[in-house]
Every structure is written in structure tokens, then in C-alpha cells.
């Protein structure tokens, strides 16, 4: 029987989309190994996000060089966004790769792979879902981007905003329920702009609300969220809706209006402090995520020290930052000179962390003997692990609990980036905990 192997790097879209090529190289035949030199197809996911994930696939595919000289018959395959609509430049860069595809391009690979091992891909291929998903998975629902920020590269890579029907949405998400699945995350690089591009336009909510109706899942999360396509009814569903998540990821991106407006993020830092107020004033307890990046071109200490004051007035219960890395092809790389050295920016990134594990620390030091719902989604050093409904992880230290399990937990220890806790009983029910908000709004104060 002829393996695989899958590398993925790069968002919770790029294993996804890993995921559903897998499901299809199943369907094909194919057996996954866990090592690239026993493939005989070797697929890299790629993200070029930033420059230190495109260094981390180009390492990789020099890696592969001498693995398909000594064996040519081994197929090489690279897909992701370090693949844009012309590959003239990466087919001359990389010779030994044999498939080149876009994101979410599963045809090229399956025909190429069918071909491989004789089999018609385009008449045995059924729906691309995961065939043994995790309990906790993601489900894409809108692909591309239109927001064409200055810094980003995801609208010439995945390409214009396409959602996928609500129908669609659905029977996977009831396939998946029927696999295992507990909790599904949906996903977008705008996830809240879903259904804009439908004749009539829908909502989020409506999506919201019809998978809070499918059995077998318990909890409903969606990402990424951006400020200005975040409506009232994707608010109330939040809040309304049993199933889904009071967890928001909303990237600010700086704290400074002339920042802002250099990356057409189109709000000001007023009109997403107004958002984080509504927000935390309709969904009791709500846990806000957001990005932040630092030493975009321009940026000054002043401007740099407002993104900190962000930080310190709204007190996000996570923050991903990232030094700006030059995309080519974007609009910044094309009109914004990288002015900000990389010591600064390095510098900037550090005071971010230690900002935020002060203020992660303190958020979660008040949950200590709090109990929460967890559902067990794996296990860390041969214990069980989950998370709370706003994506708390929490390491159980005493009782007994099995992956799928959602049981009940008290809070015994607490870090910036953890939780640690007993079980006390199996839960009948995921629902918030009237403790929590309290408990965040102390932490926060």
C-alpha cells in the first residue's frame, strides 16, 4: 500500500485544509506515515504569513532535495499559500517538486496522486471531511479575503471571499458530530463576514443558529473575527445561542489611529474599544483574543506605547503578536519602507510579552477554586487536558476522565498560560458556569 505524509505549518485554516486532503488520499488508498523518508507522497502545507514561516517550508524542501534525488519516483507535492497564481519563479527555485497547488486546490494533488497509483481520483473521491477527526476539529466556512490590509498577502494567495452554503456547512458539521466531534471551530480569515457574498446576503448567526441545533455537539466556536463585520446578530447569537463559545478573536492590530490607518484596517482605536465594551456588556464573561503586531513601517515609540495602553485598558485574555515581516506583493512592501529595525522590533515584542503574561497572570489567578465545565480533548505527559468553554486550558491533576469526557473541574493552580484542576464529576451539561463571570471581571479589574 503506497503512505503519505502531511507537513503543515501556518493556521488553523492550513490543517484544516491538511485534514481534508488527507481524508481524500485515504479515499485513494493511501496510508499516513508519521515520517517524510517512508512517503511515497510527501505533501508540505505551507504558510508565508510572515518570513520565519516561508524560511521554515524553503528549509524543508531542501531537506526533501536529496530524499526524491535517490528516490525519483517519490512525488513531492507543495500547496498553501507559498503558492500564488504564478509558480514560473518556484518551479525553477525547486525543481524537485512535482505538484505545485493553491490553497484549498485538493483536484491537482488527487488527480496527480490517482494517476500515481492507478486509480480514477475523480470517481472514487467522495466529500473531502476528516475520517478521524479530533474531538475538539475546525470546519472552514468562508475561504479568501477582501479586506487587502496593507501587511497581508492571504487576499492574493486564498484569493477573493467565497463562503461555502449553509446547507454544506451543516451536513459536515452533523458527519463530523457522528465521527466523535464535540466541539467544532469554524473558521475564516474574516470568519464574520460569512454569508456577505450570498444573494440575499446572510449572517454569521445564521449559521450560528442552525449548528446549535445539531446533535452531538456540544460547543461552537468560530475565528477569525474582524472589527468591522462584527454585527449586532452575531452578538446576540453569542450570547442567546447554549452551544456557542463566549469567546471572541478579535485582532486590533495597533493601538494607534495613524497605524490604523496605514494598514487600512478601517476603524480607529475608538470604534474597537466601543466593540470590546458592547461586547463584554452582552455576553457575561466573554474571553476576547486578539493580534497585535509590532515595528509596522512607520511606527514610532509613541505609536508602539499606545498599542501597549491598548493592552493595559481592555486586558485580553490572550494576545498573539508578531514583529511585521515584508510581504512581496503586498500593498506595504510596495509603498511602506521596513523602517523599524529588527532589535526594535525584537525589544517591542518582548515588552508585549511581559505585559501580557502580567495581565494573563492576574486574569487567571482569580479563577483559583472556581469549577468550570472541561471538555478532555487530549492529554499532556500522560495526563488528560481540555479546555473551558472561553478556551481555557486546564491540566486535570486527579480523576479519572477520557478524551470526549466533558467533566466538571475546580481550579487548584494557576499560571499566565494555564490552569490546573481536579475533576469532581462528569458534566451532563457545557454550559458557562455563573462563577466565571465574576471570577474574569475580578481579574480584569
Known sequence: ????????????????????????????????????????????????????????????????????????????????????????????????????????????????????????????????????????????VIHGCDKFCTFCIIPYRRGRQVSRPI???????????????????????TVDAYGHDFDPPMDLADLLSAANQVDGIERIRFLTSH??????????????????????????????DGILTAMRRGYNRDDYLDLVSQLRAEIPGVAIVTDLIVGFPGETADQFERSLDMLREVRFD???????????????????????DRAEKKRRLNAVGDLQEQIQAEINSALKGKEFDVLVDGETRGAPSGRTRTDKLVYLTRGGASVGDTVRVRITETSPYSLKGEVLELALESELEPALEPALAEGRA
Not at 88 to 105: G, H, S, T
Open 1 to 140: 500500500m503506497a503512505k503519505y505524509h502531511i507537513w503543515t505549518v501556518g493556521c488553523q485554516m492550513n490543517k484544516s485544509d491538511s485534514e481534508r486532503l488527507a481524508s481524500g488520499l485515504d479515499q485513494l488508498g493511501l496510508s499516513a506515515c508519521e515520517r517524510p523518508d517512508d512517503a511515497d507522497v510527501v505533501v508540505l502545507n505551507t504558510c508565508v504569513v510572515r518570513q520565519s514561516a516561508e524560511d521554515t517550508a524553503t528549509g524543508m524542501l531542501g531537506t526533501l532535495r536529496p530524499i526524491k534525488t535517490a528516490d525519483p519516483d517519490r512525488m513531492i507535492v507543495v500547496m498553501g499559500c507559498m503558492v500564488g497564481p504564478k509558480q514560473d519563479v518556484l518551479r525553477r527555485r525547486f525543481p524537485q517538486v512535482d505538484v505545485w497547488a493553491r490553497p484549498q486546490e485538493y483536484g491537482p494533488i488527487l488527480r496527480a496522486v490517482g494517476d500515481k497509483v492507478g486509480i480514477d481520483a475523480e470517481g472514487c473521491i467522495g466529500q473531502l471531511i476528516p475520517t478521524a477527526p479530533s474531538v475538539a476539529t475546525f470546519v472552514p
Open 167 to 189: 446547507d454544506e456547512v451543516i451536513h459536515e458539521t452533523r458527519m463530523l458530530a457522528e465521527r466523535g466531534v464535540k466541539d467544532v471551530t469554524y473558521l475564516g480569515q
Open 227 to 256: 472589527p468591522s463585520d462584527m454585527t449586532q446578530r452575531i452578538i446576540r447569537a453569542v450570547a442567546d445561542l447554549p452551544k456557542v463559545c463566549e469567546t471572541i478573536n478579535l485582532p486590533f492590530q495597533a493601538g494607534d
Open 318 to 340: 490572550k494576545v498573539h503578536a508578531a514583529a511585521y515581516s515584508e510581504r512581496p506583493g503586498t500593498i506595504a512592501s510596495r509603498k511602506q519602507p521596513d523602517d523599524v
